[in-house]
């Protein structure tokens, strides 16, 4: 997961014609660390997506542009859009993540 810490690389990143994930932590937050200890395979499974990373404290103003109220939580951009928000209360299991990436290919 590559890590963004502007705001221009951050829509540079977004917006392409291929779809990417951003996900928005936190190195405060308890279940962003819970998210990074069980992400590395769904990384791998769902590698049609390329996979970024917000720090929300260090870039707040795009947490408040894209409506992130809790971390983590998973984004996926296509052609500088939003075309889904996995929330933080969905986002505390794999199983969880795996089911909301799964239903963004149907």
Sequence with gaps: MKPITTNEQFN?????????IVKFQAGWCPDCTRMDMFIDPIIEEFNQYKWFDVNRDVLPELADKYDVM???????????EKTAHLHSANAKS??????FLSSQEK
């Design 12 to 20: 540079e990143v977004i917006g392409g014609t291929e779809p990417v």
């Design 94 to 99: 794999p199983e969880s993540v795996t089911d």
């Design 70 to 80: 809790g971390i983590p939580s998973l984004l996926i951009f296509k052609n500088g």
